[in-house]
């Protein structure tokens, strides 16, 4: 038997089969160690998540889970690249036109490749755009119910505004139209939805040199977008001008935004109240701030108002937003000092929404809808001009860490309460802005503030419900 082959070393001779120090030698490999296995995808939400057929090139948003650097979006089975890795749970690309030139079904997956990896669950993306058939609702007469519509959604998910809703814990609030709106099939959706649930139009919050102030975010997207539309399903529109911080107009930039809103104005969809089209501010303290007195504010509105009639119009109806509100635990209240409205030149008050008070964490609906019908009342006596009241749909914040109140609420919940919005604008015909029998003027806060939980749009967590519930409340006998 031959002996064993030996190498010399430092110190020792090794032998293949036995080792220095009496211990077994393993025989040398470059062999690398095996691969960690990659995950396999999940795709949870995809934004938008349908199109009009047709439509131009957009960016295409997949939220989901198990995402890597090497991830790669599939359109029906179809690679699309590049694919943009934001983080692991958020991928883009951009989808050209082509994709949705066609009719579908479309079906997205994420593919992550081996070893391990593989494809995701299977999304759909729909073409052309689904829109909701009209309602008996569609044709309520009970009030001209309007919704504000906040516009901070057509932006990237990345944009503070979506912060703690598709990739944080309140992901249920997703619009069934899509977490953004930038296109026209997520607000044309949106429009059919609200006239099947009662709501004849949308106020609209206008923001003053939006991109300018928050880059790469249009305020005023969803605004820009319904007046393109030659579609509205049957509901109108108004501006609400929201005068806070960066957003205020001087009285030097006046003229431009004067120019905007008329231009607005003069769509046959603008709503008109007693004949003139409506302008709503939110608030008449910061617009008298920003101007330095009742009469140069006036005097602005006078301005308004003239190039409104230049226009063919016959005027504007200027509507001002109050700040107040009611403590549920001390049963005490704030109401303004609203006599200088009059001299402002304002033709009506009214609410964006209010305050509630000194409770913390969760809190029934009640204490909410008590707060509102209190500043209801109060504004009965006190307003020195016609008082549109506004309810809210809710409230809670947490998806932005706002405040530490949040209501609970259910869908009976806010029709009822929209139900005694209606009933107290009867029952105070002394303050109505227009006479009967034309129906009341009656404001929801909100159709879509999904971050501050003041929302009637339906949602994946809630479908259709809270729309179901007030179109029922608005057609009973």
């Given at each position: 038997m031959k002996a064993p082959l030996a190498f010399l070393t430092l110190g020792c001779t090794i032998a293949?089969?036995?080792?220095?120090?009496?211990?077994?030698?393993?025989?040398?490999?470059?062999?690398?160690?095996?691969?960690?296995?990659?995950p396999t995808p999940q795709i949870a939400a995809i934004s938008p998540n349908s199109s009009e057929q047709g439509?131009?090139?957009?960016?295409?948003?997949?939220?989901?889970?198990?995402?890597?650097?090497?991830?790669?979006?599939?359109?029906?089975?179809?690679?699309?690249?590049?694919?943009?890795?934001?983080?692991?749970?958020?991928?883009?690309?951009?989808?050209?036109?082509?994709?949705?030139?066609?009719?579908?079904?479309?079906?997205?997956?994420?593919v992550n490749p081996s070893p391990g990896g593989g494809t995701s669950n299977s999304f759909p993306f729909t073409v052309p755009c689904p829109i909701a058939a009209p309602s008996t609702a569609s044709n309520q007469i009970r009030a001209r119910l309007g919704a504000?519509?906040?516009?901070?959604?057509?932006?990237?998910?990345?944009?503070?505004?979506?912060?703690?809703?598709?990739?944080?814990?309140?992901?249920?609030?997703?619009?069934?139209?899509?977490?953004?709106?930038?296109?026209?099939?997520?607000?044309?959706?949106?429009?059919?939805?609200?006239?099947?649930?009662?709501?004849?139009?949308?106020?609209?919050?206008?923001?003053?040199n939006t991109p300018v102030n928050e880059p790469g975010d249009n305020l005023n997207s969803a605004l820009q977008i319904t007046h393109s539309l030659s579609n509205r399903h049957g509901m109108q529109y108004a501006i609400l001008y929201v005068d806070s911080s960066t957003f205020t107009v001087q009285p030097a930039d006046w003229p431009s935004a004067v120019t905007e809103w008329?231009?607005?104005?003069?769509?046959?969809?603008?709503?008109?109240?007693?004949?003139?089209?409506?302008?709503?501010?939110?608030?008449?303290?910061?617009?008298?701030?920003?101007?330095?007195?009742?009469?140069?504010?006036?005097?602005?509105?006078?301005?308004?108002?003239?190039?409104?009639?230049?226009?063919?119009?016959?005027?504007?109806?200027?509507?001002?937003?109050?700040?107040?509100?009611?403590?549920?635990?001390?049963?005490?209240?704030?109401?303004?000092?609203?006599?200088?409205?009059?001299a402002d030149g304002y033709d009506a008050l009214t609410l964006y929404n209010y305050s509630f008070g000194t409770d913390s964490g969760e809190q029934p609906f009640s204490v909410l809808s008590e707060a509102g019908e209190w500043v209801w009342s109060q504004a009965a006596t006190k307003s020195p001009l016609p008082f549109i009241p506004a309810a809210m749909d809710g409230w809670d914040p947490r998806p932005w860490a706002e405040g530490n109140v949040w209501f609970d609420r259910s869908p009976q919940d806010v029709s009822s309460f929209a139900s005694d919005a209606i009933i107290w604008a009867n029952s105070n015909p002394q303050i109505r802005p227009e006479p009967f029998p034309t129906p009341p003027l009656v404001l929801l806060e909100a159709w879509n503030e999904l971050g501050e939980g003041s929302y009637l749009i339906p949602t994946a967590g809630d479908g259709t419900s809270y729309g179901d519930s007030l179109a029922a409340t608005l057609t009973a006998p």
């Amino acid at each position: 038997m031959k002996a064993p082959l030996a190498f010399l070393t430092l110190g020792c001779t090794i032998a293949i089969f036995t080792s220095c120090g009496g211990h077994t030698a393993s025989t040398p490999t470059n062999n690398p160690p095996p691969a960690t296995p990659n995950p396999t995808p999940q795709i949870a939400a995809i934004s938008p998540n349908s199109s009009e057929q047709g439509g131009p090139q957009f960016t295409l948003s997949v939220v989901g889970s198990s995402f890597i650097s090497n991830s790669t979006v599939y359109w029906n089975g179809n690679a699309i690249a590049p694919t943009t890795v934001i983080s692991g749970s958020l991928l883009t690309i951009d989808l050209p036109a082509t994709a949705v030139a066609t009719p579908g079904p479309d079906i997205v997956t994420v593919v992550n490749p081996s070893p391990g990896g593989g494809t995701s669950n299977s999304f759909p993306f729909t073409v052309p755009c689904p829109i909701a058939a009209p309602s008996t609702a569609s044709n309520q007469i009970r009030a001209r119910l309007g919704a504000y519509y906040f516009d901070g959604w057509s932006s990237p998910l990345t944009n503070f505004h979506f912060q703690g809703l598709p990739l944080g814990p309140y992901q249920s609030r997703q619009p069934l139209s899509g977490w953004q709106d930038f296109g026209s099939c997520a607000v044309e959706q949106q429009l059919a939805w609200a006239h099947n649930s009662g709501v004849d139009f949308f106020v609209f919050d206008w923001y003053f040199n939006t991109p300018v102030n928050e880059p790469g975010d249009n305020l005023n997207s969803a605004l820009q977008i319904t007046h393109s539309l030659s579609n509205r399903h049957g509901m109108q529109y108004a501006i609400l001008y929201v005068d806070s911080s960066t957003f205020t107009v001087q009285p030097a930039d006046w003229p431009s935004a004067v120019t905007e809103w008329v231009g607005y104005m003069s769509d046959p969809a603008y709503v008109l109240v007693n004949g003139k089209p409506a302008l709503f501010i939110y608030d008449v303290d910061a617009m008298r701030q920003a101007f330095g007195s009742s009469a140069a504010v006036s005097k602005a509105f006078n301005q308004l108002r003239a190039a409104a009639q230049a226009a063919g119009l016959p005027g504007v109806y200027i509507a001002g937003g109050i700040l107040a509100g009611y403590d549920h635990n001390t049963q005490n209240g704030s109401f303004p000092d609203t006599s200088s409205t009059v001299a402002d030149g304002y033709d009506a008050l009214t609410l964006y929404n209010y305050s509630f008070g000194t409770d913390s964490g969760e809190q029934p609906f009640s204490v909410l809808s008590e707060a509102g019908e209190w500043v209801w009342s109060q504004a009965a006596t006190k307003s020195p001009l016609p008082f549109i009241p506004a309810a809210m749909d809710g409230w809670d914040p947490r998806p932005w860490a706002e405040g530490n109140v949040w209501f609970d609420r259910s869908p009976q919940d806010v029709s009822s309460f929209a139900s005694d919005a209606i009933i107290w604008a009867n029952s105070n015909p002394q303050i109505r802005p227009e006479p009967f029998p034309t129906p009341p003027l009656v404001l929801l806060e909100a159709w879509n503030e999904l971050g501050e939980g003041s929302y009637l749009i339906p949602t994946a967590g809630d479908g259709t419900s809270y729309g179901d519930s007030l179109a029922a409340t608005l057609t009973a006998p």
